[in-house]
Nanobody, 114 residues
Framework: QVQLVESGGGSVQAGGSLRLACVAS????????MAWYRQAPGKQREVVAL??????YYGGFAQGRFTIARDNIRNTMYLEMDCLKPEDTTVYYC?????????WGQGTQVTVSS
């Protein structure tokens, strides 16, 4: 079993930055994709960024503002979010795909005020 625990969410003013972290416990290989998702109330969960052994993927809204990174030794994934906008306000979730089985963290709230 894999457990994912996010941290780093909080409140920030527009234009500010936050760094999210996701610590994974259990067996995860560097080739297992990990990703950040977000979901606003009443909306579908959407991919923020995905990291694996293939080119990193970013959602259109994240391009140029967010950076995903991964420390395979510490089993930790990060999301550096810069130039935050009020529309980035929502819950952010960590995800790991372990050979087709998907695991989710509990989510961390990000609130951006104008």
């Amino acid at each position: 079993q894999v457990q994912l625990v996010e941290s780093g969410g909080g409140s920030v003013q527009a234009g500010g930055s936050l760094r999210l972290a996701c610590v994974a416990s259990g067996t995860i290989f560097s080739t297992n994709p990990m990703a950040w998702y977000r979901q606003a109330p009443g909306k579908q969960r959407e991919v923020v960024a995905l990291i694996s052994d293939r080119p990193t993927y970013y959602g259109g809204f994240a391009q140029g503002r967010f950076t995903i990174a991964r420390d395979n030794i510490r089993n930790t994934m990060y999301l550096e979010m810069d130039c935050l906008k009020p529309e980035d306000t929502t819950v952010y979730y960590c995800n790991a795909d372990i050979f087709g089985q998907r695991f989710w963290g509990q989510g961390t709230q990000v609130t951006v005020s104008s």
